[in-house]
């Protein structure tokens, strides 16, 4: 079965760090793209960060870009999105979604195959 698992989620304060991981099992992630999306009450999902196959293209949404950082470690089938300088506004539910694509493309608002369930990202004092 093909499942992503997100997990690093928590409480944290403004200006503060998390960092997200999304495991993979049942399939390997080589030959995907990763994408991370986030969800806040009330609002519609939206795209922040994606990663090629290879990792060599990355791109991020302007509201993220020079405070989070997406990588991934393909022998650990993981990606990873490591947020700094937290900002309320970055509270939601982060997914991290794939989609088999050529292994230097991603584009973040496209649509990917396989999701995670979630995890909770709170930025509050």
């Known amino acids: 079965q093909l499942q992503l698992v997100e997990s690093g989620g928590g409480l944290v304060q403004p200006g503060g760090s998390l960092r997200l991981s999304c495991a993979a099992s049942?399939?390997?992630?080589?030959?995907?793209?990763i994408g991370w999306f986030r969800q806040a009450p009330g609002k519609e999902r939206e795209g922040v960060s994606c990663?090629?196959?290879?990792?060599?293209?990355?791109s991020y949404a302007d509201s993220v870009k020079g405070r989070f950082t997406i990588s991934r470690d393909n022998a650990k089938n993981t990606v990873y999105l490591l947020m700094n300088s937290l900002k309320p506004e970055d509270t939601a539910i982060y997914y991290c979604?794939?989609?088999?694509?050529?292994?230097?493309?991603?584009?973040?608002?496209?649509?990917?195959?396989?999701w995670g369930q979630g995890t909770q990202v709170t930025v509050s004092s």
């Open positions: 049942g399939f390997t992630l080589d030959y995907y793209a």
């Open positions: 990663i090629s196959s290879s990792g060599g293209r990355r």
């Open positions: 979604a794939a989609v088999a694509r050529p292994s230097f493309m991603c584009v973040i608002g496209e649509s990917y195959d396989y």
